[in-house]
C-alpha cells in the first residue's frame, strides 16, 4: 500500500476524524482546566505534566485507530491481541510516549526544535507496536530504523508541516480572538493544527516499517 493510499483509506479517514473530533475537544478543555487553577506552580504542572500526557494519549489514540493501515497493511493480527499478550503493555507504551515528551525540551540542540517532538511520539509509537506486530507473526529479521532517504524525508516533512501549521495557526489564532473578545486562541490553534499535520509524517515511517512484513 503506497502513502498515498493510506491516506485516503477509509480506515485513516475515520480516524482523522476521531482524531481531530477528540484534539477539538480535549484541549479546550485543558486551557479551561488551566485558567481555573489560579496559582502559577498548580499551572506550571499541569503544562509540563497535564499537557505531555494529553498529546501522549492523543498520538497513541490515533495510532491505534489507524492500525494496520498506518504500516501500509490491509490485514494484521487485531491490536488487541498485541496488547493481550502482556498486561504491562499498555502501560508501557503510555509511559514512554510520556517520557519522550516529557524529557525530549532537554535534550542538548534537539530539544529546542519543537516541530520534532509529535513526529518522534508517533514513530516511537510506531516503533514498539511494529515490534510486537513482528513478534506475534514470528519475524525475527526486521529493522526500526530508517534509511538515509526516508530520515531526510521525515524531518523535511516536520519541518515543513510545523511551518504551516504555525502560519494557518496564527491567521485562526487573530480571527478566533475577535470573534470571542479574549487572546490565547493563537496558541490553542497552533497546538490543535499541528498535531493534525504532522500526521502525514507518522505514516511515511510506519509503511517504511510495514514494507519488510512479507
Known sequence: MTLTQSIFHQHT????????????????????????????FLQLCWDKVGMPLIRAFLIIGFILLIYPINFGLDTAPPINDLLSVDDK???????MIFLLTFFFPFIPLLGKLDE???????????????????????IKDYSLFPDFKVFALIILMSVATHWLAKHIAEYTGDYL?????????????????????????ILIFGIYLGKQIP
Not at 473530533?21 to 481555573?36: E, G, M, N, Q, Y
Not at 503493555?89 to 509511559?95: A, C, K, T, V
Not at 490553542?188 to 493534525?196: E, Y
Open 13 to 40: 479517514l475515520f480516524a482523522l476524524f476521531v482524531y481531530g473530533l477528540s484534539i477539538v475537544i480535549v484541549l479546550p478543555i485543558f486551557v479551561f482546566i488551566h485558567d481555573k487553577l489560579d496559582n502559577n
Open 116 to 138: 520534532l517532538t509529535i513526529p518522534l511520539q508517533g514513530i516511537l509509537c510506531s516503533m514498539i507496536i511494529f515490534s510486537w506486530l513482528c513478534q506475534g507473526l514470528n
Open 89 to 95: 503493555r499498555s502501560s508501557f507504551l503510555i509511559n
Open 177 to 201: 480572538d475577535r470573534l470571542f473578545h479574549r487572546e490565547g486562541f493563537k496558541t490553542l490553534s497552533f497546538k490543535a493544527v499541528v498535531l493534525i499535520m504532522q500526521c502525514p509524517v
